[in-house]
């Protein structure tokens, strides 16, 4: 799985707008913050936004905070507010692919890849990220021997 600049960012400003929930932080908080771009963040936000994922409070005193509290937001929603599907081929969803001969069991792997990539940023809130204490079926992938090597 390949997270882009955006989806990166936008995980990173939920982070931000977690740690401040219920307050508001406006644009040029989170960019100081995590070091971004401020106009990419604000469409990165706008998506979120959109997504429902976060609402914005317009004025002086105004800014951006999470729509629910961080323990009912996922890494996946934020992924997918940014990104859409989190997992593709050719711009199809998994389970439409179809192949003949030798690779006509690949959608049953490319299936499994998203249900893989699903079990972790599904089932991970910004809380838990926001404290250290991710779920345990995390830790342990982290945890294997190759798992911070790059291949």
């Known amino acids: 799985m390949q997270i882009s600049a955006r989806g990166d960012y936008a995980v990173r400003a939920a982070l931000s707008l977690a740690t401040a929930y219920p307050s508001l932080l406006s644009t040029q908080a989170i960019a100081a913050e995590q070091d971004m771009p401020r ?3 604000e469409a990165v936000l706008a998506d979120l936004r959109r997504a429902g994922v ?6 002086a005193e105004g800014g951006y905070t999470l729509a629910r509290p961080p323990r009912e937001v996922t890494v996946g929603a934020v992924l997918r507010a940014v990104e859409g599907p989190l997992a593709g081929v050719r711009g199809l969803r998994p389970e439409e692919t179809r192949y003949e001969g030798a690779a006509e069991n690949l959608p049953g792997l490319w299936v499994a ?12 809130s910004l809380a838990e990220i926001i404290s250290g204490r991710l779920p345990a079926h995390v830790r342990k992938l982290t945890a ?3 798992a911070w090597e790059p291949r």
């Open 39 to 41: 106009k990419f963040l």
């Open 54 to 59: 976060v609402r914005a409070q317009r004025g």
């Open 113 to 124: 890849v998203r249900a893989a990539v699903r079990r972790v940023v599904d089932e991970v």
């Open 144 to 146: 294997l021997p190759d």
